[in-house]
């Protein structure tokens, strides 16, 4: 089985289920607005209904086998026969729907407002604009003289590039890690023949590695096994102190995702209005922590 997450939620290193409660002083309750009434929300995900719960709305996370399983706030009043659009199997129902209504966390509930629309067939606004799933290519360094290129070529072995891996990972000051392969012609010339081999081609990449101490002092020591293309830039926090925070905020309400990426941790919850990414900035310093909700404000 293989995890899968919809709704424009990044898929991420860590998914853990949604808890309940409250966590250094943030209320459980539902989404309202500045005159106390609860707010509509909107959202592009799976309902699904199997033998050991009713309806549901699948937020995070959604186990990618037949049928799906995956689990979220249950959708009182929701009726299969007023919807089309969906699939069953083996006592379980399930589709990919626009949702709008009110999230009540402490009730752990969505109440559907409006009727909801199978997401293919839905041509109204107030969804977020969807992900680019196209690969992003970055090397925060300058292009070199001559341009990204090889400088040894008896150090661009498989064998060199993961022990030079396993060297940045070991370092102290270790930050991050990432190939980028925008110098490489089969990122982008659209031949399928051989595309796996010849994109894990070690003289066709950038190896980026990112530290919190002297980048340059780093890269000599990186270049006793690596003759290929690298970059090495200077990252805010190690990827250590990065885990450590991810740990430690596991047990953050309603949370549905986290991982780390682009020197950060990124956290998915099921709807923040700003006051814990406010919490996380005071905790941990602003940056380090990004908060995306799974639910957004709905805006007729």
């Known amino acids: 089985m293989f995890l899968r997450v919809l709704a424009g ?26 005159d106390g009434r609860q707010d509509e929300m909107i959202a592009e995900s799976m309902v699904l209904e199997d033998g050991s719960h009713g309806p549901q709305l699948c937020l995070g996370g959604v186990m990618d086998s037949l049928p799906p399983q995956c689990g979220g706030p249950d959708l009182p009043g929701w009726d299969w026969k ?18 709008i209504g009110t999230y009540d966390r402490a009730a752990g509930t969505f109440t559907l407002t409006r009727p909801a629309v199978p997401a293919e067939e ?17 090397t925060p360094c300058p292009e070199p003289d001559g341009g990204w290129r090889v400088v040894d ?27 980028d392969q925008s110098i490489n012609p089969a990122a982008t010339d659209g031949n399928q023949a051989n595309g796996e081999e ?20 780093a890269e000599a020591d990186l270049r006793r096994t690596w003759g290929g293309a690298l970059c090495v830039s200077p990252a805010k926090y190690t990827e250590r ?17 986290s991982g780390i990426g682009d020197g950060r941790v990124e956290v998915t919850v099921v709807w923040d209005d700003g006051s814990l990414q406010a919490q996380l900035d005071e905790q941990y310093g602003a940056g380090a922590v990004v908060v995306s909700s799974a639910l957004h404000p709905f805006q007729p």
Do not use: K
């Not at 839905?122 to 969807?130: N, Q, S």
């Not at 102190?241 to 995702?257: F, G, M, N």
């Open 82 to 99: 007023a919807v089309s659009g969906f699939d069953q199997s083996h006592g379980t129902r399930w589709g990919v729907f626009v949702v």
């Open 241 to 257: 102190h990065l885990v450590r925070i991810q740990r430690q905020i596991r047990s953050t309400p309603d949370l549905l995702s």
């Open 153 to 179: 070529p008896a150090l661009t072995s498989q064998h060199n590039f993961d022990q030079t891996m396993r060297a940045a990972r070991a370092r102290p000051d270790f930050g991050g890690l990432w190939v």
């Open 122 to 138: 839905y041509d109204g606004t107030g969804l977020p604009e969807a992900e680019d799933n196209e690969p992003v290519w970055h």
């Open 9 to 34: 939620v990044p898929a991420l290193l860590l998914v853990v289920p949604a808890a309940c409660g409250e966590v250094d002083g943030q209320d459980a309750g539902a989404a309202s607005g500045v």
């Open 198 to 217: 010849r994109l894990n081609d070690p003289e066709q990449m950038i190896l980026n590695v990112a530290v919190t101490g002297d980048p340059s002092a």
